[in-house]
């Protein structure tokens, strides 16, 4: 599946914010796996970026993201049984704190 590109992951305005972590992007990524009973409580995404943010005490929003996921489905051929499934989002953005 195709990543994507988000501006930000909440509403910021172009000069209301000052760039974290000299400018260096974090990244985050969060997997749900269905074998051993997860499921998707929270959004993905959203568990993603709060990883990504966690790197960067203080900021509050990461702008410039790109966004990538990774499904893995695996089955064992006779019989039909699921024995890996997982599906992966990964974020990286660059930290931001607003300017209130």
Known sequence: MPGGIIQANKPVEQGQYSVLNGGKVVTGSYTVDF?????VKESCMKQAIDKALAQCPGADALVGITTDNQTKLKFLVFPPIVFE???????TGTPVKLNK
């Open 35 to 39: 074998q051993q009973g997860g499921s």
């Open 85 to 91: 499934n997982s599906y992966t989002v990964f974020v």
